[in-house]
């Protein structure tokens, strides 16, 4: 119930193309949904993150979808650049932030 | 700001020895959080401390690791003694947010023990 489950574990798109990295969860007292970002030798860095109140949110390139009922979230990224190929994290929060396992996404040029 | 600053990057040593991790967090941020990541488990919580004091350590693997916050300005993960099943990359992370989540990490270090 505490598991955060992320897909798809690696992703390859061309430059221009829109990833989508999706998360499921079990636990409903989960209440913030963040996503962090992480290049090699580089600790993950904060991105965006949503409350289960709110079905969208964007930053910039970067939109959160939030489906409660499905309790499912997924990362979408605009016109993906090859400077975004980097690892993406899911994460749910109730108190302690449990991490999804991580999707490498690569970025053609 | 010079972010969250861990020391040092790299730490190669044998089976049995004392290993200490550093961390100076963001300053004026209230919580640090200790995390630990290899390829099998992810990245998992071990510890972390709000104003300085434990708040949770349930993720801490064993008495063979120990973890301190003498000041606002200072962490330590020891692991003693070290065995090879504790080589990952640890990261320190610091938050000023109430909803205890870690909004800055640092760069991580990377333990091997051989």
């Known amino acids: 119930q505490q598991q955060v489950k992320q897909s798809p574990q690696s992703l390859i798109v061309q430059k221009g193309g829109i990833p989508i990295i999706n998360c499921a969860y079990e636990n409903t007292a989960f209440d913030y949904f963040p996503w962090y970002q992480q290049f090699p030798g580089k600790g993950p860095a904060l991105l965006i993150a949503i409350r289960p109140d709110v079905s969208e949110k964007k930053e910039g390139r970067f939109t959160i979808s939030f489906n409660k009922s499905a309790k499912q979230f997924s990362l979408h990224i605009m016109d993906s650049q090859p400077g975004d190929s980097a690892t993406y994290f899911c994460a749910a929060s109730g108190g302690k932030l449990i991490f999804g396992q991580g999707t490498e996404l690569s970025v053609k040029p | 700001d010079a972010g969250v600053i861990q020391s040092p990057r790299h730490e190669v040593t044998e089976m049995g020895q004392e290993v200490t991790l550093r961390c100076k967090p963001i300053?004026?941020?209230?919580?640090l959080f200790w995390y630990r990541q290899t390829m099998m488990r992810g990245l998992e919580l071990l510890i972390y401390?709000?104003?300085?004091?434990?708040?949770?350590d349930s993720g801490m693997p064993e008495d063979r690791f120990s973890a301190k916050m003498p000041n606002a300005s200072f962490s330590t993960l020891k692991i003693q003694p070290s065995e090879p099943r504790d080589s990952a990359v640890y990261f320190c992370?610091?938050?000023?947010?109430?909803?205890?989540?870690?909004?800055?990490f640092g760069d991580g270090t990377r333990l091997s023990i051989l």
């Open positions: 300053s004026g941020h209230d919580y």
């Open positions: 992370a610091s938050s000023s947010d109430r909803a205890v989540l870690p909004q800055h």
């Open positions: 401390f709000n104003n300085n004091v434990p708040i949770d």
